[in-house]
């Protein structure tokens, strides 16, 4: 959190990058950028490329070209867990916790770049483990009760309802308490309800830790509600970048979206 | 209401984060701890050391060690019994090479060599997953024991090719070769059991023990949050290559006092250790132990019933015997397929709520 990179400035920068599977072309010359403290959203059809922009800035995919810029830094070739700790924290567009164990324990383990006693301490349970354990623990009940989420507290999350685990998903990756939080989808296949209480989550999250957010949605009137700007993807390809009101009238967005045909 | 935890409030996170949060839990434990150390070793005879308490500790402790690698961690292994046999090795070198070297500081080697020997041997499991990995820690087995035969320098070229565990003492009191008593090899083994339960406690419910549960479960996501894959996964095979080696050497030196690796080490012991924690629950540090007292002792339980009480035929009974494990095995994991451990959580939220269940 640390950062000396004051609020609107640029946090986080992805230049020229191209990515492929084969002959697939997922990512093809994109560049933006995302300023310290905003909402960032990114948005496009299935299949544009979104959750692989997510997989290149977390480290889990490596573009041919381009580079990634982060917090001032040039970042060539990391792995995810080096890149989680600098700072890079996401959940998945398909729920991926950790099944077996309960919430508390998920976020917890959330917290794992943070915590460092040595095996000799966390076999006695005592001194620093414990205290650290403790510190650690209240942290963890802090985002508990910012999620209402205290009553499935020892629950294996594997039981829990589909948006409930949504819900833990965010948890954890707000327990690394990171710089920058990417959210692949973060309210899909939920009811209005939800995507009410996810919003504004999403928005104090932004609000009360400064925590920059870049995210991925379909539903319009979401992203145009609670995003600073807004990047467009189709096909692997930068459509736009801007403002949500400038995004709404760009005509190649409108185009996309209304599912005009390419050929034409 | 016997058991209960309402009125039993938590007000601190210590006091939730305790290993056994509720008070009659902690009570029965401590009591039960207090009675296998000061009453059992004056109850304790040649038949009940051998045939039961022994076994169980030296298997337990096995147990725990592929439950941390399998149960927690999620890397299938069956080379259990190799590692067994290096844990074993190791002693008796250590041992005969250092006659004067404590016994304790000698076991505890022995688990460290085999830490080591299970690092080297965890490697690949970065590369592979699940079925591929439980044939690859085939490979380890065979090839460990293999060794243990071939190479002359491991068992200081006797005629025989075995091993075999010279006398030594502890606090003056012999605890292995023929003359020890038996309280005092249950002691010794109890000692070790105890300490290493509360330590794998300790780990699995902190820091590493989430970094592993979170590889198991899975293990993108575990590396995106920053657990690094091969780090953890190696550091599960060392400490639980670390237990078992430890359960080896306790198994020579103590309970078998002469051994031949492909007798005692082979791969029926490490199904032995597969199906003990199975049984008993993966991922659960009491599950381990019901694991093996119900695989060592169920045995010992039918051949009591049907030789000593009904007179059956010493090798009929032995062929029944597999059957009806066997089929108690199959049994539990229709009726329970998280293991005894599970069943026995249940009956507790069952009794917890009792006589009210809503
Ligand atoms: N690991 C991979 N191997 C091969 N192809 C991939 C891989 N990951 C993504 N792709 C391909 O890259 C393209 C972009 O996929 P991506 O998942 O980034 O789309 P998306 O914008 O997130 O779509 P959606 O809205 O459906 O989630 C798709 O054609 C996809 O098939
Ligand atoms: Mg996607």
Redesign the interface.
């Given at each position: 959190m640390n950062s000396q990179i004051a609020p609107g400035e640029t946090l986080l920068e992805v230049k020229n990058i191209s990515l492929s599977f084969g002959g697939v072309k997922a990512l093809q010359d994109i560049s933006f950028d995302i300023l310290k403290g905003e909402v960032r959203a990114i948005i496009g059809p299935n299949g544009a490329g979104k959750s692989s922009m997510l997989n290149v800035i977390?480290g889990?995919y490596h573009p041919q070209q381009g580079e990634v810029w982060f917090d001032g830094k040039l970042r060539t070739q990391m792995?995810?867990?080096e890149?989680?700790?600098l700072g890079i924290?996401?959940t998945?567009q398909n729920i991926?916790?950790?099944?077996?164990?309960s919430t508390l324990?998920n976020l917890?383990?959330?917290r794992?770049?943070k915590?460092k006693?040595n095996?000799f301490w966390?076999?006695?349970?005592k001194g620093p483990?414990?205290k650290?354990?403790?510190e650690h623990?209240?942290r963890v009940?802090h985002i508990i009760e910012f999620l209402k989420i205290q009553s499935i507290r020892k629950t294996p999350v594997g039981r829990l309802p589909y948006g409930m685990q949504k819900r833990v998903e965010l948890g954890?990756a707000l327990a690394?308490e990171s710089k920058l939080l990417l959210l692949d989808e973060p309210m899909a296949g939920m009811n209005l309800e939800e995507k009410e209480d996810m919003c504004r989550f999403v928005l104090d999250v932004n609000d009360e830790f400064g925590t920059t957010i870049a995210l991925i949605e379909h539903d319009m009137g979401v992203v145009m509600d609670i995003s600073d700007r807004v990047v467009v993807l189709d096909y692997g390809e930068k459509l736009a970048d801007g403002t949500p009101d400038e995004v709404r009238k760009n005509q190649a967005v409108i185009d996309a979206y209304l599912g005009v045909s390419h050929e034409s | 209401m016997f058991y209960r935890e309402s009125g039993d409030f938590k007000t601190s996170y210590s006091g939730d984060q305790q290993i056994f949060p509720i008070a009659f839990d902690r009570w029965v434990v401590i009591a039960f701890c207090a009675f296998a150390f000061v009453v059992v070793p004056f109850l304790i005879n040649d038949y009940w050391e051998k045939s039961v308490l022994v076994p169980v500790l030296v298997w337990s402790l096995a147990a725990l060690g592929l439950n941390i690698l399998t149960g927690y961690c999620g890397q299938v292994s069956l080379g259990t019994g190799g590692f067994m046999a290096v844990g074993a090795y190791a002693s008796y070198k250590l041992t005969t090479s250092f006659p004067e070297m404590n016994m304790f500081i000698v076991i505890l080697l022995s688990g460290g060599v085999t830490a080591l020997v299970g690092i080297v041997f965890g490697l690949p499991s970065l590369r592979i997953k699940g079925f591929y990995l439980a044939v690859a820690t085939l490979a380890s087995q065979f090839f460990l024991v293999w060794l243990f035969n071939k190479v002359p320098w491991f068992y200081n070229y006797s005629a025989s090719g075995q091993i075999s565990a010279p006398e030594r003492f502890v606090f003056g009191i012999a605890i292995s070769g023929p003359n020890s008593p038996p309280w005092a090899t249950y002691l010794f083994c109890l000692t070790f059991v105890v300490v290493f339960a509360l330590i794998a406690k300790n780990l699995t419910r902190g820091r590493l023990g989430r970094s592993w549960m979170a590889i198991r479960d899975m293990d993108i996501a575990a590396e995106i949050i920053g657990v690094p894959p091969l780090k953890t996964k190696l550091s599960a095979f060392a400490v639980s290559s670390f237990y078992i080696g430890i359960s080896g050497a306790l198994f020579f030196m103590v309970y078998l006092g002469a051994a031949e690796p492909t007798e005692a080490f082979g791969i029926e012991k490490s199904f032995l250790v597969l199906f003990m924690i199975i049984i008993g629950g993966l991922g659960s540090i009491f599950g381990s132990f019901i694991g093996a007292a119900f695989m060592i002792l169920m045995p010992v339980l039918f051949k009591n019933i049907m030789v000593g009480g009904l007179g059956w035929p010493t090798d009929l009974v032995a062929h029944l015997i597999f059957m009806l494990i066997g089929g108690l095995i199959m049994f539990f994991l229709i009726v329970e397929p998280h293991g005894l451990a599970q069943l026995w959580r249940v009956t507790k939220e069952k009794l917890r709520l009792w006589p009210f269940p809503h």
């Open positions: 977390n889990f792995k995810p867990h890149v989680a700790k924290a996401r998945f991926a916790l950790f099944k077996g164990m324990d917890m383990t959330g794992m770049i915590m006693t095996l966390q076999a006695l349970w483990a414990e650290e354990e403790q623990r209240e009940e954890r690394a | -």
